[in-house]
C-alpha cells in the first residue's frame, strides 16, 4: 500500500504545493503567492492553511507527512530557518517543523530550498542512477547544492552549495554569470549600440541569438565562458559525476547543453578532469518537491 506525503515548496514569490507519493507521483498540485510585506510575512499561516485544505479535501490519501523546501538558510536538524535575507521579512527564526508537528499531529522535515532541487534532480532527473553530484541553479543569482556518496553536503553552517559567491576574477560568479547579469548586459548594449530601450527577456534574448542577432549571441558566450571558470573550479574541486544545471535556462537545452560543455572542457587543464558530465536539469518546478519528499525519506530511512 503506497503512503502520501504533503510537500511544499517556499519560495520568495510563490508557495508551490501538492501531494506524492513515495515513489514521486504527483496527484494533487497547486501554487499561491507569497504573501509577505516590508514589516511582515504570512507564510507560515499560508501553508498552515494548505496543509488544513488539503487533508480535509484529499481525505482519502492517507497523509505520512509533510515535507518542505524553504528559502533561507535552513538547520535541517532543527527544521526551522537560521537565516533569511531581506526579500522574505521576519522569516529567520521561523520554526516550521515543530509548529506543522504540533498543529498537525504528523512529522515534518524541512530543507533548503536549492538543495531541494538538487535531491529532486539526483532522485529522478538528470542526476538519476549517480553517487556524486553538483546542482546549480541559474537565475536571479546562482544557487548551489552538492550531494556526494549519495549524501547531502550542508556544511557546519548549513551554507554548503552557495556558489553563487565564488570569487570569479573578483566578482561573485553570480554577478557574472546569472540570469539577471545576461539581461542586464544585452539591455544595457542595445541601449548603447542600437538606441534601443525596450523591454528585453531571457527568452527574447535566446530568440534574437537563434535570429543571429550579434549582440546576444556574444553576451551569450561571455555569461557560459564565466560560468564555465566556476564549473571548472567545481570539477577540480570535488570531481563529481554529474554537474547539473538548473533554473529557467533549462528550457534552452538545445542551445546551450553543447556550449557549456564544449567551453568547459577546451580549457580543462587535461583530459584526467574531463569524465565529469555536464547536464541540463529535466523535473523543472516539479524538482523541489520531488526532493523535498526525498530528504524527508532520507531523514527516516524510508527510500526503495
Request: glycine share 12%; with cysteine.
Amino acid at each position: 500500500m503506497l503512503m502520501y506525503y504533503i510537500c511544499i515548496d517556499i519560495g520568495g514569490t510563490s508557495i508551490k504545493y501538492g501531494v506524492l507519493s513515495e515513489t514521486g507521483e504527483q496527484l494533487v498540485n497547486g501554487m499561491i503567492n507569497t504573501r509577505v510585506t516590508s514589516k511582515e510575512n504570512y507564510i507560515l499561516a499560508d501553508i498552515k492553511k494548505v496543509i488544513k485544505d488539503i487533508l480535509e479535501q484529499y481525505s482519502m490519501y492517507k497523509i505520512e507527512g509533510i515535507c518542505v523546501s524553504s528559502a533561507g538558510v535552513v538547520d535541517t536538524d532543527k527544521g526551522e530557518i537560521a537565516y533569511a535575507g531581506p526579500t522574505i521579512p521576519k522569516y529567520t527564526g521561523t520554526k516550521i517543523k515543530e509548529e506543522l508537528e504540533k498543529e498537525f499531529s504528523l512529522p515534518c522535515e524541512v530543507e533548503n530550498d536549492v538543495n531541494c532541487a538538487g535531491l529532486g534532480e539526483y532522485w529522478k532527473g538528470a542526476g538519476k542512477g549517480s553517487k556524486s553530484m553538483v546542482c546549480l541553479t541559474i537565475g536571479t543569482g546562482i544557487g548551489g547544492s552538492i550531494i556526494l556518496d549519495g549524501k547531502l553536503l550542508n556544511g557546519v553552517g548549513y551554507t554548503a552549495g552557495e556558489i553563487g559567491y565564488m570569487d570569479v576574477n573578483g566578482k561573485y560568479i553570480q554577478d557574472i554569470a546569472s540570469s539577471k547579469y545576461l539581461v542586464q548586459k544585452v539591455r544595457e548594449e542595445k541601449k548603447e549600440k542600437e538606441g534601443i530601450d525596450g523591454k528585453i527577456n531571457g527568452l527574447s534574448i535566446f530568440e534574437l541569438a537563434k535570429q543571429g542577432d550579434k549582440i546576444c549571441i556574444d553576451a551569450i558566450d561571455e555569461m557560459i565562458s564565466n560560468l564555465s571558470v566556476g564549473i571548472r573550479n567545481i570539477i577540480y574541486l570535488l570531481n563529481p559525476e554529474i554537474v547539473v544545471i538548473g533554473g529557467g535556462i533549462t528550457a534552452q537545452k538545445e542551445y546551450l547543453e553543447e556550449k557549456i560543455n564544449k567551453k568547459v572542457n577546451d580549457n580543462m587543464i587535461s583530459d584526467t578532469f574531463r569524465k565529469t558530465e555536464i547536464r541540463l536539469a529535466k523535473q523543472g518546478n516539479q524538482a523541489g518537491m520531488l526532493g523535498a519528499l526525498y530528504h524527508f525519506l532520507s531523514k527516516r530511512n524510508k527510500i526503495k
